[in-house]
Structures are given as structure tokens and as C-alpha cells.
């Protein structure tokens, strides 16, 4: 992974410097706060609802076991003993004091790591495969280029007040796990006919209020003009992105008032005047690319035979290396998802015990490295499979080893009107109501993969408009309600799930989601998966049968 050097670690030291007396001040009464909230923001510090809320970045979702323990020992020095995981690839805190946020920041800086721009209206955390240099159908390791993106975003004086927020994301493979057609800008690396390696560029993708479908701007563009191109449509958004109207700040909103193509001239207009200024050299690609050289595997470890016995004899140790690992490209290892999606906890949240265990067992089974994921899960990325009995045994005893990554109790869930002042509903109670129904349902396991993405409100932080099945709070003159779609996807085919009709009370969501998986049980053919069965059959049959008594 990426190493500072020092000027990197300079930055973030004046920056926690610089934002305590900043915090200081607004505490003395020197600093309004208003004038205070633009400097919080940039420093990744919300007020949510019983008070601020402190969201770390976490650069394309690689960590060391060094910066996980330091996560936990933030968790259970400054908070109260746990962190919650992102579908950004990010860290949150829900209880800092604010005063002890620069002492945070600090400790942070101590493990190269930092919250700036993980909020406000600047280019946020690039995100990317957290399979990346290890899954099996890459073109290239999108990391490096993360990297060099990471670099030219942080703090950018060009773009530090946008319009409104800007997100990158970077995919290296052939299928799309970064979810890159709905990011303000997604990266594809792509051949050309000539078997050149480039990037296919999307512009004007998003979730939240308005979700749209990023359209190709750019089939392919050399790798060299990555850096100019992106700042010539980061300078056009800049332009001509909306101010008076948040909802419509969004550069998805500017390229679809403005036309694809007259954006893509704006944009091509600026390009030609810096391009060959902001050339990215192959010397500065090679010093990019030498962070991220694959680790010294074990070129005997598939002469070990010891796994196919384990899985031979202990069922519940194959499901789970069934629905819990997937194939590495060096054989002899296997890629492990941790899941956080255990039946008694909210998703996504890790206790200070468990990320300590977990930073112990990256060391001992995958040379020190953790990844999160967009679906709030984590991944050791390089596994022995030798090693992968005793590893579950660790994981299971840890509580993170329940066998369901991709399954429907593997809910993206959004921290909703538990925390969030923002939200409109809870979403935490409802996932724990959800899964006791799933509990039930002796068919769950041979359903397939079926994502169930909730949030509490239209900011769409856990991506309910292309999930599976997606799930929308809204707030009903002080009472929750939840509207529901059905057929999103965020992968290869994106899709906007579709809505399935009026908004269901509380105290029946959790049941119409049982009844939607039955519905698909009895209308599915031979293997059919759950987006198949909706696309083939429509959503009529689902909404007959949960509107039924309506």
C-alpha cells in the first residue's frame, strides 16, 4: 500500500494543527458557527443527531493492522467502543466530543491517515475495487492510478468550494464492483483495439434524491491525460454547476440540463489548453505502481491439500467458504470477506475488540492488510488456503463469520434516525426486524445473491435505488413509512430499481420483504436470480401479493 513520504505527512500534521486552533476558537466564541461549519465539514466533523459525527477516510479502502488498532483504540478511548463502515469504503464515529476531535485527527496523523474532505462540497474520497490486484478478471490494479488521483484531490485550491459534492471511483476489472456508473466521475480501465490499456470516463452518475445513470463521455483516454482531463471537467463543473439550489448542484443535474454532447465540447474546449501541460509522466506512473507490487506469495501453497479435506468433512466451513471466499488469481490462495452483517449487530459497525482481532489476523493470515468494501463488509485479499479452516474457526469466534456475503441478510444499512439528523426513518431496528424474518426461511441459502440496500433518507447513503430490493424511509406528518423498489443493480447492467408502490407502514416492512422473496421463490425458472425473475416477470406479481390486504 501507499506509504507517505514526508511532505505527506507534513500536510496533515498543520491540518490537525491548523483545525484545533480552528475548534478552539469556535469554542472561545471567536468563530461563528457558521464560520465554523465550512471548517468542520472539510475536516470530515457532521453534528448528526445526539452531536458530531467524525468520518475518516480511508483511500480506496486499503488499511494496515497498524491504522486498524489505531481505529480501535480511537473507538474505545473517544467514543463508545465501536466504529461503523461505509459504503464509501469509510469510517465513521458517532459520539466524539468535538472538543477531543483534533486530538483524533492527531492520533490519526500518527498511522498516515486523516478525515480531510470527507465532507462538504469538495472532491471526497476516491473510491475503488476492493478486489483490486488480486481478483481473477482484472486488466490492471486500478490502485496506482487511485494513488495519483488521491494526490491531485487533496487539497485542490481550484475546487475546494464546488457546487456541491464530487466523487471518483475506479474500477480495474471487468466486472464493476466500485459501482462507477453512479459517480460523478467514473474510471473504467478498458483495451483498445490496438490492446492499449486506457480509461473509459463517465460523467453525471449519482444516487441520493435523483439517481441517475453516468453516460460515457470518453471511450478511451490515454492514460497520461488522466490528470487534465478530469481537472478540465472538474473546471467546467465548477463553472456552470448550480449554487442557488442544492438538490440541483450535482453535476448530474448540469449534464443532463446541458446535453451530453455540449458538455462534452465544454469540457474538450478546456482539456485542449491544459493537456499537454498536465501530462502524468511513465517515471511518475512507475513510482505509483511500485507502492502497490504484489506480496511474495507461497508458490507451494496449493501442494496443500488439507482445505479440500476440511471442506469435505465440516459442512458449515464449506458454506461458508461457499458464500464467503471467492478465487484469487495466484493459485493456492482464496480472497476472504469478513462479514459485518452478524444478526445481533447493526450493519456495518465493528466493536473496538473486533477490530483488534481482525488487525491481528490480517497479520497472521494476510500480510497485514484489511479492505472495505462498498457493501460495508471487509475483505482479507491473500489467503493460503491451507489456512483457511483455522482462519473461519478465529472469524466465527469473533463474530464475523456468518456465511451470507452477497445473500439477503447482507444489508447495506445506513446509521438512519438513530444517528442522523438528516434521516426520516430508522433503519437499524428494521434490519434486525428483517433478518428474524429471514432467520425463518429455510430456503434462504438457495435463493442466490440478493442485495437488500436501506436507507432513512432520499441521501441514499446505502444506495436503496439500486439495490435488489431497495428501501426508502419518508416521514409521514412525524410517522415512518418505507417506499420500496425492486430490480436495481449498480454492477455491469446498472439499473434504477423500480418503484413497487405507495409507501408501507413500519410495523409491515419487514414482512413485505419476506413476501417479495416468496413471490420470487414461486416465479423463478430452473437457476433464475432474483434480478432475472423481475425482469422477466415484471414487478405485478410482487405487488399483488404485498399490497394484497391494502
Not at 99 to 124: F, K, W, Y
Request: glycine residues 8%.
Amino acid at each position: 500500500m501507499y506509504q507517505y513520504n514526508h511532505n505527506d505527512q507534513i500536510l496533515i500534521e498543520e491540518r490537525v494543527a491548523q483545525f484545533r486552533r480552528q475548534t478552539e476558537q469556535f469554542l472561545n466564541g471567536e468563530i461563528s458557527e457558521d464560520g465554523y461549519r465550512a471548517l468542520r465539514l472539510r475536516n470530515g466533523v457532521y453534528i448528526q443527531t445526539h452531536g458530531p459525527m467524525l468520518r475518516v477516510a480511508i483511500p480506496y479502502g486499503v488499511l494496515n493492522a497498524k491504522q486498524l488498532h489505531k481505529l480501535a483504540h480511537i473507538a474505545r478511548t473517544y467514543d463508545h467502543n465501536y466504529c461503523h463502515f461505509t459504503t464509501r469504503q469509510n469510517v465513521q464515529y458517532n459520539w466524539p466530543k468535538l472538543e477531543q476531535i483534533p486530538d483524533i485527527l492527531a492520533e490519526l496523523a500518527e498511522v498516515q491517515m486523516h478525515a480531510i474532505q470527507t465532507s462538504g462540497n469538495c472532491m471526497r474520497n476516491t473510491t475503488s475495487d476492493h478486489l483490486a490486484g488480486v481478483s481473477v478478471d482484472e486488466i490492471e490494479d486500478s490502485r496506482p492510478y487511485c494513488e495519483l488521483i488521491r494526490q491531485w484531490t487533496t487539497l485542490h485550491p481550484e475546487f475546494d468550494y464546488l457546487p456541491r459534492k464530487f466523487k471518483i471511483a475506479v474500477s480495474g476489472s471487468l466486472t464493476d464492483r466500485a459501482a462507477t456508473q453512479f459517480h460523478d466521475i467514473g474510471l473504467h480501465l478498458v483495451k483498445n483495439d490496438a490492446g492499449e490499456i486506457g480509461f473509459r470516463v463517465l460523467v453525471g452518475g449519482g444516487l441520493g434524491r435523483t439517481p441517475i445513470i453516468g453516460q460515457v463521455i470518453k471511450p478511451f483516454l490515454a492514460k497520461k491525460h488522466i490528470l487534465s482531463y478530469l481537472e478540465a471537467t472538474l473546471r467546467i463543473y465548477n463553472l456552470f454547476g448550480r449554487r442557488d439550489n442544492k438538490y440541483k448542484a450535482r453535476i448530474k443535474i448540469l449534464v443532463k440540463e446541458t446535453g451530453l454532447e455540449e458538455f462534452s465540447g465544454l469540457v474538450d474546449k478546456e482539456w485542449a489548453l491544459i493537456r499537454d501541460k498536465l501530462e502524468v509522466s511513465g517515471e511518475r506512473f512507475t513510482a505509483m505502481k511500485a507502492h502497490f507490487t504484489p506480496f511474495h506469495y507461497d508458490k507451494k501453497a496449493a501442494q496443500n491439500t488439507t482445505f479440500e479435506q476440511y471442506q469435505n468433512e465440516n459442512k458449515t466451513f464449506a458454506k461458508w467458504v461457499e458464500k464467503n471466499t471467492v478465487e484469487h488469481k495466484m493459485v493456492g490462495y482464496r480472497i476472504v470477506f469478513l462479514s459485518l452483517k452478524s444478526p445481533d449487530s447493526p450493519p456495518g459497525d465493528l466493536t473496538a475488540e473486533q477490530l483488534d482481532t481482525i488487525a491481528d489476523l490480517a497479520v497472521r493470515y494476510s500480510f497485514g492488510e484489511v479492505r472495505s468494501t462498498h457493501r460495508q463488509n471487509l475483505v482479507f485479499a491473500d489467503v493460503k488456503q491451507a489456512d483457511l479452516f483455522q482462519l473461519w474457526q478465529l472469524l466465527n469466534a469473533a463474530k464475523l463469520a456468518t456465511p451470507n456475503i452477497g445473500a439477503a441478510t447482507d444489508m447495506i444499512c445506513c446509521p438512519g434516525l438513530d444517528f442522523c439528523s438528516l434521516a426520516n426513518a430508522g433503519s437499524i431496528g428494521i434490519a434486525k426486524e428483517i433478518n428474524e424474518i429471514l432467520d425463518n426461511m429455510d430456503y434462504l441459502h438457495d435463493i442466490g445473491d440478493v442485495n437488500i440496500n436501506m436507507s432513512g433518507c432520499m441521501n441514499g447513503c446505502a444506495h436503496q435505488s439500486v439495490g435488489h430490493i431497495g428501501i426508502l424511509g419518508v416521514d409521514k406528518k412525524g410517522v415512518e413509512w418505507y417506499q420500496l423498489t425492486l430490480g436495481g443493480s449498480s454492477s455491469n447492467e446498472a439499473v434504477i430499481g423500480e418503484r413497487l408502490g405507495p409507501s408501507i407502514p413500519k410495523n409491515e416492512i419487514a414482512q413485505a420483504v419476506g413476501i417479495i422473496l416468496d413471490v420470487y421463490v414461486q416465479q423463478r425458472l430452473d437457476e433464475e436470480t432474483f434480478l432475472e425473475t423481475v425482469k422477466r416477470v415484471g414487478i405485478e406479481p410482487f405487488k399483488e401479493k404485498v399490497y394484497a390486504n391494502h
